[in-house]
């Protein structure tokens, strides 16, 4: 365990991250090309939503994200309030603005694919209405953070304001077992092997939403970099004010 806590030293998370980028995003550039052209252009239409099924590839692996991303953020800010390590609390705050975009891809292509399935683009359906909720928590949590001049207030309040929002990311999981009624469809991958889809679409699938994670991943540690660089910048500026 202390060699994990080694990490909360930005110095050292800098020199990891570093080695990290190029890598995370590297294999996320092949998945994606390789798993969205595979997707996209080699796999038939399905019989019944024709070529409509193929933004499942944009789609699945974007809303998958979208809770991740925020169960990501519950971990790195319980870590925070737990043992007040900055590295934490900034990538939690790093994670926000890429997990929102997630959450709104994965809205609006929600709309377009349902829209010729449903007849309409938007339904109150319990999982679409809990990914709303947790949109507008990530638009709560991001304009927290820059409400608030003190970092470690704004990290503890922004902490607070993650736990409550990770009860909409465990209902937009799970919407679907929780109420068993709406429009949404069941999961598209399981452990279960008879919900799965057909093999033909769950292979590109799989591909693209590991292009995803560590898409997501590449642009946590470049954002967290980021936010310690900040941080530096502040505290050099404060201190040459002070002299």
């Not at 922004?158 to 679907?176: D, E, K, N």
């Not at 008879?194 to 033909?200: C, G, H, K, L, R």
Request: glycine share 6%; aromatic share 14%; with cysteine.
């Amino acid at each position: 365990m202390a060699s994990i806590w080694e990490y909360a030293n930005p110095r050292k998370f800098m020199a990891t991250s570093a080695f990290l980028l190029p890598w995370t995003a590297g294999i996320a550039g092949v998945c994606l090309v390789v798993g969205l052209v595979w997707g996209f252009f080699f796999t038939p239409d399905d019989f019944r939503q024709g070529s409509t099924v193929k933004i499942i590839y944009v789609h699945v692996p974007s809303a998958i994200m979208a809770i991740n991303a925020w169960l990501m953020m519950l971990i790195t800010s319980l870590i925070w309030v737990i043992r007040r390590h900055h590295v934490s609390a900034l990538a939690a705050k790093a994670a926000a603005p890429v997990g929102m975009v997630f959450t709104l891809i994965a809205l609006v292509t929600g709309a377009i694919w349902g829209q010729p399935m449903w007849g309409t683009w938007w339904e109150w359906d319990p999982r679409l209405t809990s990914f709303l909720i947790l949109f507008l928590f990530y638009l709560g949590y991001m304009a927290l953070w820059e409400a608030i001049d003190n970092p470690d207030s704004a990290a503890d309040l922004t902490s607070v304001l993650c736990l409550v929002g990770s009860v909409f990311a465990i209902i937009s999981r799970y919407a679907l077992v929780f109420w068993n009624q709406g429009l949404h469809q069941g999961a598209t991958l399981s452990l279960d092997r008879e919900q799965n889809i057909a093999d033909v679409f769950w292979y590109p699938l799989v591909i693209t939403l590991a292009g995803f994670g560590f898409l997501f991943v590449a642009l946590v540690l470049y954002r967290t970099q980021t936010e310690i660089r900040a941080r530096r910048l502040k505290a050099l500026i404060a201190q040459e004010r002070m002299a």
